[in-house]
């Protein structure tokens, strides 16, 4: 079976297709394409407009780098939410015509489930991991307990790709600015104290935000604050993924989102799983960021459990939680 | 000096230890590698202090606590009394109806205790009291927080109310038991905290 996946939550559009090899998750197309502002942070307007300028050309591109006529395409999957409104209908708008067009069935999907499985259907050890999802809007430490995809861990305000985006538009870095803050921060070798943020199992980051602002107004090198800001919002990650790993007693931790990319949480996570006998993954760079490819294995594999979607039950939901998804396929 | 764990947790770990010659149970915060160490120092000590405080408040609020021997705040240990019991949430299930209802009405008791000292317990669950000598003990303050928030007070019943719900589901009359047991010793608006754990559950932040 082999699906097409439309990924529109926020400045990301892209397409993609893969095909279920007993199983396992074979990427056959992976495209995708980014808006990125002048200025400032995402208009969901504009990004809507820069989806709806592309993806027709992205659906082209992915089915022909799959090396597929369009008649091998047994279902449409789309990103259903959470997400920007304009540009989550954007992808879905598009998903319905072309499940009609082709007369194939159409499924929309969770995103953040989405990274999750990714993971798994990619990674064959990766079977029942504690995914850190850590990308520009969403923070979440997701796992598999009692039939659902439950969330428990999460941020309370601002998510922590956003965290660091804003602090690199104060000093106009140009988006993104995660990977200018890393090699900022490899510089650094002072820290400068922030606000620790953990309530319970949540992390809260826009004090910290704050307080690093604070610094740059007094102005401290920015290497040390970008040292500073990577190390403290990185162990509360670290500390939240780790204590959600005890509670469910997994032994597997998976890293998601564009955040996934930087170095120094890759290895702190790695260290607080080497200390309590457990594995870590990361899917390659291409599967961590937001992708097509990613929704097409989700639907593909709820497809394959028995879920379907009638176009009337097809509309997004841009509070679309990781904990209100059924679980047909585990 | 033998030294057994009893519990290796995300944060710390608990063992059973000697102190002065008496059986003792010591909670230890364990470095974590991954942090810088200014860090990880400065979290130990802190959360070390803030939890030794908050289980000396809740004894002086008349709340069945574990005695504290010693604090070690470098060290990040707390030593304490080894309270042998049973932990509720392996009791309650098989508890006759009227037992189960006084159980209940006395850990309503002492949250309110707590709650009328302003201390949050954080992560009041039945495996975190322990049924000793015919009182409830109440262990693990490592994520309390003092507190005059009725939001803080609700939500630290609701994390209570889910407990009863995954775990003593079968007995769906205990979280009323315990909010009437709660109500009774409350000095403060318990009608107002209720209402507030209902809109902490219509909220559907909280798992």
């Known amino acids: ?330 | 000096m033998t030294t057994t764990v009893l519990y290796r947790g995300a944060e710390a770990e608990i063992c059973v230890s000697t102190h002065l010659g008496m059986e003792v149970v010591q909670k230890r915060r364990l470095p974590k590698l991954y942090r810088l160490p200014e860090i990880d120092q400065a979290l130990i000590a802190y959360r070390t202090r803030e939890e030794s405080k908050l289980i000396r408040e809740a004894r002086v609020a008349g709340v069945s606590v574990p005695l504290l021997y010693d604090v070690d705040l470098p060290g990040g240990v707390i030593t304490m009394e080894y309270v042998k019991g049973k932990r509720v949430k392996d009791i309650l299930n098989a508890l006759p109806e009227s037992e189960r209802k006084h159980l209940c009405g006395i850990v309503g008791q002492s949250i309110a205790l707590l709650h009328n000292h302003n201390i949050i317990h954080g992560d009041i669950t039945t495996s975190n009291m322990i049924l000793a000598n015919g009182r409830v003990t109440f262990i693990d303050f490592g994520l309390g927080m003092k507190s005059i928030e009725l939001e803080a007070k609700g939500v630290d019943l609701h994390v209570l109310m889910e407990a009863f719900e995954s775990t003593h589901s079968q007995r769906p009359t205990c979280f009323q038991d315990t909010f009437e047991g709660y109500r009774q010793v409350f000095t403060g608006d318990a009608d107002a905290v209720l209402g507030k754990i209902e809109e902490i559950v219509q909220r559907g932040r909280y798992r």
């Open chain 1, 1 to 330: 079976m082999i699906c097409l996946g439309i990924e529109g939550t926020a400045h990301t559009i892209g397409a993609g297709c893969v095909r279920d090899t007993h199983g396992h998750c074979e990427v056959l197309s992976n495209c995708m394409n980014t808006y990125s502002p002048a200025h400032g942070g995402i208009h969901p307007r504009e990004a809507a407009n820069h989806h709806a300028t592309h993806l027709a050309e992205l659906i082209h591109q992915a089915v022909q780098k799959a090396d597929i006529p369009y008649t091998d395409i047994d279902l449409v999957a789309f990103s259903q939410g959470p997400g920007l409104g304009p540009c989550l209908r954007t992808a879905a708008t598009a998903a319905r015509a072309l499940s009609l067009s082709l007369s194939v069935p159409l499924i929309g999907v969770n995103h953040c489930v989405a990274h999750l499985e990714i993971g798994r259907g990619t990674i064959p050890v990766c079977t029942d991991p504690v995914l850190l999802y850590v990308s520009g809007a969403n923070t979440q430490v997701i796992a598999f307990a009692e039939g659902k995809y439950r969330v428990f861990g999460e941020t309370l305000d601002i998510g922590i790709g956003n965290c660091l985006d804003k602090f690199g538009r104060m000093l106009d870095l140009g988006f993104p600015c995660g990977p200018k803050i890393e090699s900022f921060a490899k510089q650094g070798d002072r820290y400068l104290p922030l606000p620790y943020s953990i309530k319970g199992m949540d992390m809260a980051f826009s004090g910290l935000l704050t307080a690093a602002e604070a610094y740059y107004r007094k102005k401290e090198s920015l290497a040390n604050i970008c040292y500073s800001l990577q190390e403290t919002t990185f162990a509360m990650l670290t500390e939240v993924t780790e204590r959600a790993m005890a509670h469910t007693e997994k032994t597997q931790v998976l890293l998601g989102g564009g955040v996934a990319s930087n170095t120094r949480l890759r290895d702190m996570v790695s260290t607080m799983a080497k200390a309590r006998g457990a594995s870590l993954f990361v899917p390659t760079k291409d599967l961590c960021v937001d992708n097509g490819a990613m929704i097409a294995w989700l639907g593909l594999i709820m497809h394959a459990s028995g879920t379907r979607m009638p176009l009337e039950q097809s509309s997004i939901n841009q509070r679309f939680r990781t904990d209100m998804v059924e679980v047909t396929w585990r």
